[in-house]
């Protein structure tokens, strides 16, 4: 779900943005010091800075991810958190490296500040002093660690990281960060505040007292289900859905896809694959049977979820794949590889791609087959809801 780069991006330092009213977004930022820019969020009343009204004993916490955008998954679980917190009655602010979530938030959004470094990221903290900080993935988890006031306020939302050895030509640099991020969600899980999002990660990342969470489905999927049962769609469509990109492609595997062409060629005449997500590279080639969509919207998504039939995931690594857990919740038939969290995530799993190919075409030929594994995804999606870290938020804010 999680994956860091190598090297952290090089920015010019203490230069962080903040975006007050969502109804400003389309107006130019403006660039200001990080000390600055926390002085002036620090002195503003709650009605002017998107949040409710604020609870008697209300918090001001932080949450910190690397990348805040709508189809980044770990985005979507700190877009959650932003909520319940914020229902809670407490005061919220985002902290992230690179961000593309600048519209569609509404009046009650959360301050948001992007930042260059750990220079910018300290000073932020010393100036908005928040009493609480949700950390998800690297490198927050090293710079709070190397801060002992501010690993004293921190919960360490744990998503997990690829192996390095998924990474050919970073190994060795990777499994040196890795080392780093271990340690720093160690000392902390001995406190009990750090949250694991799936069982496996619990156990691969050696946590004994981190409590397991796990992420949820969004109320659209409901409606988007119903639709799916008036309007089926191709009986062969099958979604991918992932970041793209240079960096993801090394273990998300969607260049696959082409064998899985290739494979499905042989058994059926008309089929349809649509590979889509956010673009962070060159856009691999199309073809007849291969379309994609970039960027896309939240309407886009829900249209992708009600007219394809199956979600494939090509990936060798996942901490928890939402997508997938999505696409079931709606009535899509889910395949995956039995590596990592699809053990818990994915009702079905395939080991090879003729193997996948074939389990598509069966339940292509057979609409009885395939509803029945339908409703088994449906089934096996129910079991992940948002009420953990609904319950978890409300007893650690407490």
């Not at 390095?164 to 890795?178: D, K, Q």
């Not at 156990?203 to 988007?224: C, H, M, Q, S």
């Not at 193997?355 to 598509?360: K, N, R, S, Y």
């Amino acid at each position: 779900m999680a994956e860091t780069p190598a090297k952290a991006p090089s920015k010019p330092p203490a230069k962080p943005r903040r975006s007050v009213s969502r109804k400003k977004a389309a107006e130019k930022p403006t660039e200001q010091s990080a000390e600055q820019a926390a002085k002036d969020a620090a002195k503003k009343p709650a009605e002017q800075t998107g949040t409710k009204a604020l609870a008697p004993n209300a918090r001001h916490v932080l949450i910190c991810l690397p990348h805040y955008a709508f189809s980044a998954g770990v985005a979507t679980v700190a877009q959650r958190q932003v909520e319940m917190v914020q229902a809670l009655g407490h005061r919220v602010s985002i902290c992230c490296m690179t961000s593309a979530m600048d519209t569609g938030l509404g009046e009650d959004a959360p301050d948001l500040y992007t930042i260059g470094g750990q220079d910018d990221f300290n000073a932020l903290l010393r100036f908005l002093r928040p009493d609480t900080i949700i950390a998800h993935s690297m490198p927050f988890y090293i710079w709070i660690d190397r801060e002992p006031k501010a690993r004293d306020r921190a919960i360490f939302w744990d998503h997990g990281e690829p192996p390095p050895e998924l990474f050919p030509g970073e190994v060795e640099i990777r499994r040196n960060i890795e080392r780093d991020r271990l340690a720093a969600l160690s000392r902390l899980d001995g406190t009990g505040r750090v949250v694991a999002i799936s069982d496996y990660i619990k156990r691969a990342d050696k946590l004994t007292r981190a409590p397991i969470v796990f992420n949820g489905v969004e109320p659209w999927v409901d409606e988007v289900r119903e639709r799916r049962r008036a309007s089926p769609g191709p009986t062969a469509s099958i979604l991918l859905l992932q970041r793209i990109g240079r960096m993801e492609a090394r273990y998300k595997r969607y260049d696959q896809m082409f064998e899985l062409e290739e494979a499905l060629a042989e058994h059926l005449t008309k089929f349809r694959i649509l590979c889509a997500g956010a673009l962070s590279g060159a856009l691999p080639e199309a073809s007849e049977r291969i379309q994609y969509t970039v960027n896309f919207t939240p309407v886009q998504k829900r249209k992708m979820f009600q007219t394809n039939r199956f979600f494939v995931s090509f990936s060798e690594w996942e901490g928890f794949n939402l997508p997938l857990v999505e696409a079931q919740a709606v009535g899509m038939v889910g395949l995956a590889k039995p590596v990592s969290a699809h053990l818990e995530t994915s009702a079905l799993h395939y080991r090879t791609i003729g193997d996948l190919a074939l389990t598509i075409a069966a339940m292509t030929k057979d609409e009885k087959r395939y509803q029945e594994y339908s409703v088994s995804a449906i089934e096996h999606a129910a079991r992940f809801s948002w009420a953990g870290m609904r319950t978890y938020l409300t007893e650690a804010l407490t």
